[in-house]
T-cell receptor
Framework: AQSVTQPDIHITVSEGASLELRCNYS??????LFWYVQSPGQGLQLLLK??????LVQGIKGFEAEFKRSQSSFNLRKPSVHWSDAAEYFCAVGVGDDKIIFGKGTRLHILP | NAGVTQTPKFQVLKTGQSMTLQCAQD?????MSWYRQDPGMGLRLIHY???????DQGEVPNGYNVSRSTTEDFPLRLLSAAPSQTSVYFC??????????????FGEGSRLTVL
């Protein structure tokens, strides 16, 4: 069955430090992959997406993600986090003909 | 610039009551979907629709009903509310006719408590 795994429930980093959020997927075909961010009390906003082509994709707010087919991974990175990046981050995969399945999320905490 | 609008934002129900969560979008998106969000569970797909008159089940459809009579509206009905349906519900739409490949635009959520 298709699934998305985000192994880290919580991550804490210091402001200005680099960030990597992990995502692994299970899907037989070429996946459509997404990262979304949810600020407290808000809906989700798309950070970036991968469909095909260059495996390193750039998104909004200085985020990037790298698709590694051999590892079934799509990790999200940012070189230097800001306090405003504190939020919950969701990895998602498009499956079948018309569904998007989400991981359980990683909550990012920023230390001043 | 309304995007995806959900009503109500908050609702408290008693076990066994029925209600409808409304979702409307003004972006002419064919694809619409409902998710529920629970702590530690992420977002789980309840139902989705790829166009007017077409609906299908997601991961957790039991206890919920949907219909899609117009492109703009996609209401979610709880037929007999149970405490297990206490959750935050999100409606989302996409410009992609194949929902799996397009960006989802989310509403602000509806927080439902079932006593």
């Amino acid at each position: 069955a298709q699934s998305v795994t985000q192994p880290d429930i919580h991550i804490t980093v210091s402001e200005g430090a680099s960030l990597e959020l992990r995502c692994n997927y299970s899907y037989g075909a070429t996946p459509y992959l997404f990262w979304y961010v949810q600020s407290p009390g808000q809906g989700l906003q798309l950070l970036l997406k991968y469909f095909s082509g260059d495996t390193l994709v750039q998104g909004i707010k200085g985020f990037e993600a790298e698709f590694k087919r051999s590892q079934s991974s799509f990790n999200l990175r940012k070189p230097s986090v800001h306090w405003s990046d504190a939020a919950e981050y969701f990895c998602a995969v498009g499956v079948g003909d018309d569904k998007i399945i989400f991981g359980k999320g990683t909550r990012l905490h920023i230390l001043p | 610039n309304a995007g995806v609008t959900q009503t109500p934002k908050f609702q408290v129900l008693k076990t066994g009551q029925s209600m409808t969560l409304q979702c409307a979008q003004d972006m002419n998106h064919e694809y619409m979907s409902w998710y529920r969000q629970d702590p530690g569970m992420g977002l789980r797909l309840i139902h989705y629709s790829v166009g007017a008159g077409i609906t299908d089940q997601g991961e957790v459809p039991n206890g919920y009903n949907v219909s899609r009579s117009t492109t703009e509206d996609f209401p979610l009905r709880l037929l007999s509310a149970a405490p297990s349906q206490t959750s935050v519900y999100f409606c989302a739409s996409s410009y992609s006719p194949s929902g799996k490949s397009g960006e989802l635009f989310f509403g602000e959520g509806s927080r439902l408590t079932v006593l």
